[in-house]
């Protein structure tokens, strides 16, 4: 453990080195999409899994240390409102490194993603003379998660309330020199710090990195048995120590009587409708916020190995998430909501000639597949979702990127998959969040004002029918989203159907053993009745009975 201290350590120094390195971000301005000798800046993008992003810029930040993240802020741009397009790991990176949104490339849930050879933004640059280099997690195609998380998104729209996940609990390794908990990410950081180092350190030609973290998404919870999920807060007592117990916010839960009924359908499936204590509440907080900053301490070793090789100077790095973490706001933990803590993402972007500054403009996880191509100087295909950040960032545009499009006064994000009885549908524009869900009819929508309610505890849209229309309106412009649910539901009950008739004989003990084994095994019959009703039923998205029959148990 001494050296695993010693290595952390080693960082530090950097933060000081740094300070005094403060003009990079305004003295070498792109020429040509060039540095000052003619070399196209570098770019390494690390995407770590379920950061909230509110913790770059927001009051809660006070609660823990993250100094590698704070260095990015002060020495370039951040994004205050800056969203996944869909809040869960494969939609959500099919996204980003396809540049369309999720109905676009059909990503439903996270089984669900690209074709293995789909044209990535990396492939382009590849193309283009830079040299790519992948390291981590990837998870944008298809064919990967549990048996569990597909079949629980297929029958999302059953008549069924069952728990999915095991209950949300906070695990500490009661060790003060304990660094490297996530050890399998710290061990892919290192890949990427050695390349930098031996391989970047030594190109002719422009590179581009990516570094795929799991953290600080929860660990696997075993007792949830066959396929289980991942409810377990782990860290250290070393990284708890960078959090301030005082600090953190215990969240306001709505009475159940009061949650709209997608969010109740959400709580109970994910084991949140239980009795938890503001002690147990605090708790997974604390080791969430203590897991945050381990993964900023890994993206420390990224930009240490900038600073020491001397590339810091000409490489863009862009740090940001696949989606949030409830960490038990709104009654729920894990991600698939449009609430800010699963769906408002950390993105923040330093490099060279980029102003360091607070941006207020919504943007998404799309927009990473232009800004890429925009910094290699590459035309930006017409189809695509995003816009190109760089505008924004730019202390100056010496020259303009064929095909940059002006930017839309809104973003979207969706969400198709499990522990959600409806497609989902958010339309954020200024300080205006629109939630609209199925077939536009058989779940209310929501609206919330977040310059008056950041903590989204008060819906709206009864209140305010005329710019509820208005937004629905303007959400119609973008995404005919009836029609989409339509086209979910219909594939779900395929895939459902394809894969019982696979199983023959064994399809009522395989479907038993899964994450809701202990409600499903209470009255197997009842549940088994129940897809069978909603296969032989016309297709539609989540049913009126489904919703009523959650109505009246709230």
């Not at 950061?51 to 994004?79: C, K, Q, W, Y």
């Not at 830079?130 to 597909?150: A, C, E, I, P, V």
């Not at 709206?460 to 005329?466: G, V």
């Amino acid at each position: 453990m001494g050296s695993e201290r010693g290595n952390l350590c080693s960082i530090i120094p950097i933060l000081t080195t740094l300070v005094l390195l403060s003009g990079f971000v305004s003295t070498r301005p792109l020429q040509g999409k060039q540095d000052s000798w003619g070399k196209k800046p570098n770019v390494v993008l690390v995407v770590c899994d379920s950061f909230d992003g509110r913790l770059t810029f927001d009051s809660e930040n006070e609660t823990v240390a993250l100094p590698f993240i704070s260095l990015m802020r002060r020495h370039g741009s951040l994004f205050l409102n800056a969203y996944t397009n869909s809040p869960i790991c494969c939609p959500s990176r099919a996204a980003m490194w396809s540049g369309l949104f999720t109905h676009l490339t059909e990503s439903w849930n996270n089984f669900k993603g690209l074709d293995p050879n789909y044209t990535t933004w990396m492939d382009l640059m590849d193309k283009q003379g830079y040299y790519t280099q992948k390291f981590g997690k990837l998870d944008y195609t298809s064919g990967h998660h549990s048996l569990s998380n597909r079949v629980e998104a297929w029958t999302r729209t059953v008549d069924l309330l069952l728990k999915q996940e095991g209950r949300p609990v906070a695990k500490l390794i009661n060790n003060k020199t304990h660094v490297r908990v996530m050890e399998k990410d710290w061990a892919t950081t290192d890949e990427a710090a050695t390349w930098i180092k031996n391989k970047g350190l030594n190109l002719t030609q422009p590179f581009v990195l990516y570094l795929g973290l799991n953290l600080p998404h929860p660990y696997p919870s075993p007792s949830s048995g066959e396929d289980y999920g991942a409810s377990t807060f782990l860290t250290s007592t070393y990284w708890l120590h960078r959090v301030k117990y005082e600090a953190i916010k215990i969240p306001k839960w709505s009475p159940f009587s009061e949650m709209h009924p997608v969010d109740y359908y959400s709580s109970f499936t994910k084991n949140c409708t239980g009795t938890f204590t503001e002690k147990e509440i605090r708790s997974i907080r604390a080791h969430y916020y203590a897991m945050c900053a381990e993964t900023d301490a890994m993206l420390g070793e990224i930009i240490s190995a900038l600073n020491e090789t001397r590339l810091l100077q000409n490489t863009h790095v862009i740090f940001t998430a696949d989606h949030g973490e409830l960490a038990m706001e709104h009654r729920q933990f894990y991600k698939m909501s449009m609430y800010e803590a699963s769906s408002h993402v950390p993105l923040l972007l330093m490099g060279p000639n980029v102003k360091p500054q607070f941006i207020s403009s919504v943007v998404s996880l799309v927009d990473i597949y232009p800004t890429m191509l925009d910094i290699a100087g590459i035309p930006i295909p017409k189809n695509l979702s995003g816009f190109s950040l760089m505008p924004l960032v730019m202390e100056k545009t010496v020259d303009k990127v064929p095909s940059r499009a002006e930017r839309s006064p809104w973003v979207l994000s969706e969400y198709h998959g499990c522990d959600v009885n409806s497609s989902t549908y958010m339309l954020r524009t200024d300080n205006w969040k629109y939630i609209a869900y199925g077939d536009g009819h058989s779940v209310f929508p929501q609206l919330f004002d977040l310059s008056a309610d950041p903590d989204e505890l008060t819906d709206i849209a009864a209140k305010f029918p005329a710019i509820t229309q208005s937004l629905n309106k303007m959400l119609f412009s973008v995404i005919d989203y009836p029609t989409v649910s339509a086209s979910v539901e219909q594939y779900n009950k395929q895939q459902f159907i394809n894969w019982k008739q696979s199983l023959g004989q064994n399809y009522s003990d395989i479907i038993a053993n899964l994450r809701w084994h202990e409600d499903w095994k209470k009255n197997p019959k009842k549940y088994e009745h129940a897809i069978d009703r909603w296969i032989k039923s016309s297709s539609g998205e989540t049913s009126i009975e489904s919703q009523d029959r959650i109505s009246q148990i709230i």
